[in-house]
Each structure stands twice: as structure tokens, then as C-alpha cells.
């Protein structure tokens, strides 16, 4: 559910506002269409990232075409089901941003001083590693306040007070992260709520899991960044026709 959230918010708070503002967004998963003069006849499909709609996204956005968003396209994706194989999923994504973003920052740099493109420069900010930048910043001023209480504890400050203030400031970190994420989620479900073909029930607890979906991206960054991923296939088990969803209410 939290994948499904995810895709929906892109959709709602990504592509459809550059499309608003006239700028390139990016293609995010099998849902695409592309006119075929784009593909060398010679060379076929020649992206092999382990994230190759984001490769051609670059390359292409590089190249000063446009990728825009239609929001009555309609497909389907299954989602993975199991944590295993959205660990294994995430992971690639990740590992794969920390590639195109070695493989194109330097070229669209130079590309964004000599156009002063808005596109180029916004598509460089997307795939510019901010999660890893963040979350470190986030632990760094975490370790300064166990430093500091532990500091304050050898000059005499009560040990209780001090442990229940540590406590009580990473609580409300958590809390504040937890409410903001809910929020983000929540809007992108409440904007898409008839199309979202689901139960009001599991539509309500996917807007309360979705925080947690994307809290555990944290160790996923830092574990990407020294890891080898390769891509792998995900299990899809569904066979359900377009008929039976048509019915879904």
C-alpha cells in the first residue's frame, strides 16, 4: 500500500505541477509512452541502468525533449507484497539514483550554465541524493544532543531530567516526521480518493502505514550507498483482467 501511496503522491505533487508550469518531469515506472524516434532503429532500447526510466529520462530531458504528464492515462502495476521483495525494490531505486546522478550531474551542470534550463536544473535537484543528505544532517544533530546531555550529566545536571528532556526531543522529532508524512500521503489519497479502487477501510489504513513505508527508507539509503544491487526480478502471482477491476468499486 505504501508503493501504491507513493506512486499516486509523485503523480499528484510531482508530475502534474511541472506539467502545470510547462517543465519536463520524469518517467517513473512502466506507465509510458514515447514516440518512436527516440529509439535508434540501429541500437534499439539502449538504457541497462538498474533504473532505466530514469536514465532515459535524463538523457532525453538532456537532449531538450519534454516528458509530461497525462492524468486520464489509466494502467495498472501489482505492487510487491511482501517486504522482502519491496526491500529488494527500494533498494535498486536507490542504488540506481546514486547512479544517474554520478553519471548525468556532471553533464547537466554544464548543460544548465550554458541553456539556463529550469528543467535541467530542477531534474538535477530530483536525483540529487537529499535523503542521505538529510537523514546524516538528522543523526549528526541527534549525536550532538546525546553528546551534550551526557556532557551536561558529568557536571552535575539531574541525570533523570536530562535523560527524559533526550527523550522527549527525539519523541517529537519522530511525532512531527510521522504527522508530516502522514499529511503528504493523506492529501495525495484524498485528491485521488474515488479513482483509488479500494475499500474506504484499506484506504484509511494505507494513509496511517504510509509514514512507516517511507520512515524505512532511512537505513535503505545508507545501505544502497555500499552496496552492490543488481536487478531482480519481483514475484507477480495476480491474474485479474481488466473486467474484473472495471468492477472493483
Known amino acids: ?73 489509466i494502467f495498472y502495476d501489482e505492487q510487491p507484497e511482501t517486504w522482502k521483495a519491496t526491500y529488494r525494490q527500494r533498494m535498486r531505486w ?66 533523570g531530567i536530562e535523560i527524559l528532556s533526550l527523550i522527549g526531543a527525539l519523541a517529537f522529532y519522530f511525532v512531527m516526521l ?8 493523506s492529501l495525495a489519497v484524498i485528491k485521488d480518493w474515488k479513482r483509488i479502487k479500494a475499500t474506504n477501510k484499506k484506504k484509511f489504513i494505507a494513509m496511517f502505514a504510509y509514514p512507516i513505508f517511507m520512515i524505512s527508507i532511512i537505513p535503505i539509503c545508507f545501505i544502497a550507498l555500499f552496496s552492490k544491487v543488481e536487478w531482480k526480478p519481483i514475484e507477480h502471482k495476480e491474474a485479474i483482467n481488466i473486467e474484473e477491476i472495471n468492477k472493483i468499486k
Open 1 to 73: 500500500m505504501g508503493a501504491s501511496i507513493g506512486f499516486i503522491r509523485d503523480c499528484r505533487f510531482l508530475h502534474t505541477p511541472r506539467t502545470i508550469l510547462n517543465i519536463s518531469t520524469v518517467v517513473t515506472g512502466t506507465g509510458f509512452l514515447m514516440p518512436k524516434r527516440l529509439i535508434n532503429p540501429k541500437t534499439g532500447w539502449k538504457y541497462s541502468c538498474i533504473v532505466e526510466d530514469s536514465e532515459f529520462s535524463m538523457d532525453v530531458i538532456g537532449k531538450g525533449e519534454k516528458i509530461i504528464y497525462c492524468d486520464d492515462a
Open 94 to 159: 536507490q542504488k540506481g539514483a546514486y547512479l544517474i546522478y554520478k553519471g548525468f550531474a556532471g553533464s547537466m551542470i554544464l548543460k544548465f550554465f550554458s541553456k539556463f534550463s529550469f528543467t535541467i536544473y530542477d531534474n538535477l535537484i530530483y536525483f540529487t541524493p537529499v535523503p542521505i543528505i538529510s537523514t546524516s544532517w538528522a543523526l549528526l544533530n541527534g549525536l550532538i544532543a546525546v553528546v551534550t546531555s551526557f556532557l551536561k550529566m558529568l557536571m552535575g545536571y539531574p541525570v
Open 178 to 185: 510521522y504527522l508530516g508524512l502522514f499529511l503528504y500521503g
